[in-house]
């Protein structure tokens, strides 16, 4: 099973209310090929919500307990990401997940840039809270630029992968 960030998948968790919606993400869960989850909402966030941003590090760090995460108005909400996080690694094991597709610069789902936390809208290398908790477990993390037909056919059944393969689907 493929575990893939619920804004991906078109649902409007964003902070701002909306999606950021990947044609192959859709169609993976509405296949039966992959779940979704946001960790922000699972961590107890409403919908809009103040942006958050990681602060003096990255997921590694807020796991370890040296970063924190700030949302713009100043607010710790460190517990909150760490809550979404353990919640969808418990969802993940409870449904067989091996991968996740999760949407880059989140400072819960970002694989590979998050933002440096003077939300300034500067990018730097890291991963967020849970794209750093998932992998630690087995779970191998591709950020939402990875979404591809090529990337997604090892995690998908045969008759899926002949239905995503003759719609030429791109993201
Ligand atoms: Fe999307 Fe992840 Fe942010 Fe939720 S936490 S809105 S799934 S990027």
Redesign the pocket.
Known sequence: MILI???LAGFN???DGGN?RNNLAVKLVALGQAIT?????MGGFATPRVPAEIQGGTGRDVLTGRAKVMNREGRDVTRQYLQGAQMVLKIARDHGVTAAF??QK?P??GTKLIYDGKFAGNKVPGAGVTATLLPDHGIKCFGDEDLTLANVRPYVDAVTWENLHHDNLRP
Request: hydrophobic content about 40%.
């Open positions: 960030s619920a804004c968790v964003r902070y950021a989850v946001c960790p922000e909402i999760l949407k989140s819960a789902c």
